[in-house]
């Protein structure tokens, strides 16, 4: 088993760091999303970065030069049979996240693991049970759940200021990121799905979506519709080929609606007192429709970086034994809706039920 030494300490700091809560991590995968996960991991005082690991050479001497007192290697297996880690961090592509995660659970090790969870739900299932076996922790790297404007879209969903749910819509699209592995929706509908998972309490009954591939093979324009009970519809749009970035989420309910634009700098998320009220009038109409317009307003939205609190509230779940709200069974609902939609794609938009 591997153990990692590090840059040696005035004695003082390390009685003060040995005196708090730590987790110590290891990170598999430094190319995009990685060095972002290792800065954040770096700044929080409950955690400790040990060891980092990338197959790129390129990638290596990155990670080498930002953290030198860090074990830098291109051998995961040192990372998961290591004694001095607690918790892995998997940063890697999809395809790869079932064996990685696998053998960090059955090593003891906490994962936390980037969207999607995995490849496909057989896959999800089998680390469910594993972690729960061995009373180990899953985060699904859910990060838009731990945004201001999520959190206050879902105090208001939950205090009822929308009223009844009637619509999800939401748009996603910019020019690239081209992914080679996988098609736009396993690349950017999770974070809608999830959000959706977060917010709706009921699932989707069923799905349907429809796109096209025009550049590597990979679909890169998609759109997905999914229905839930009670009349209430989503719809999300997904797209690599848009001129501009777009991340706008509309939320209908019977009382309120709202706007969620993440690209604002500021005023992300507007509520609009704007409406329907249907009443009926008999001899007359049988029904008639009333429009409503009243004000709207901006609540304040904290600017704090999600992925510092996403993290730290991994660390509170693993050391208060807590259980995360975007967990194993809550990346399962989401590879779910990312199967059906696939499956919809490949019969051109038929429709899929959960």
Not at 21 to 46: C, H, M, Q, S, T
Not at 278 to 293: C, D, K, T
Request: with cysteine; hydrophobic share 40%; aromatic share 8%.
């Amino acid at each position: 088993m591997a153990t990692f030494l590090t840059k040696p300490q005035d004695s003082n700091a390390v009685e003060e760091q040995n005196s708090k809560a730590l987790v110590r991590f290891g990170v598999v995968g430094y190319g995009y999303w990685g060095p972002k996960v290792i800065r954040n991991l770096d700044l929080l005082e409950e955690t400790e970065l040990v060891a980092i690991c990338d197959k790129s050479p390129v990638s290596r001497r990155k990670a080498e030069k930002a953290y030198p007192a860090v074990f830098v290697t291109d051998d995961a297996n040192e990372l998961m049979t290591s004694p001095d880690i607690d918790a892995i961090a998997v940063i890697t592509p999809v395809w790869t996240h079932y064996e990685l995660a696998k053998a960090a659970l059955e090593n003891g090790k906490h994962i936390f693991v980037e969207k999607p969870f995995t490849s496909n739900s057989a896959q999800a299932q089998e680390l469910i049970a594993l972690a729960a076996e061995k009373n180990l922790k899953i985060m699904v790297d859910h990060t838009f759940l731990f945004t201001a404007a999520v959190q206050k879209i879902k105090q208001l969903v939950e205090e009822g200021a929308l009223g009844k749910l009637y619509y999800y819509d939401s748009t996603r699209v910019n020019l690239g990121l081209f992914q080679h592995d996988v098609n736009v929706i396993w690349d950017l509908a999770p974070h809608d799905l999830a959000i959706m998972d977060h917010l709706i309490q009921e699932s989707p009954e069923a799905i349907v979506a429809t796109g096209q591939s025009h550049v590597n093979g990979h679909e890169d324009i998609a759109f997905i519709t999914l229905y839930f009970p009670d009349k209430v519809i989503a719809h999300i749009n997904v797209n690599w080929m848009s001129p501009v970035k777009v991340r706008t989420t509309l939320i209908g309910g019977e009382k309120k609606m709202l706007v969620w634009n993440d690209v604002e700098p500021d005023e992300k998320v507007k509520v609009y007192d704007k409406g329907v009220n249907v009443s009926s009038r008999e001899g007359v109409y049988n029904m008639l429709v009333n429009y409503r317009s009243g004000d709207m307003w901006a609540p304040r939205v904290e600017q704090t970086e999600a992925l510092t609190q996403e993290l730290a509230y991994f660390v509170d779940c693993v050391v208060n034994d807590k259980t995360p709200i975007n967990d194993g069974k809550a990346g399962l609902r989401v590879v779910r809706m990312l199967e059906a939609a696939s499956e919809s794609l490949r019969q051109r938009g038929a429709l899929v039920y959960l």
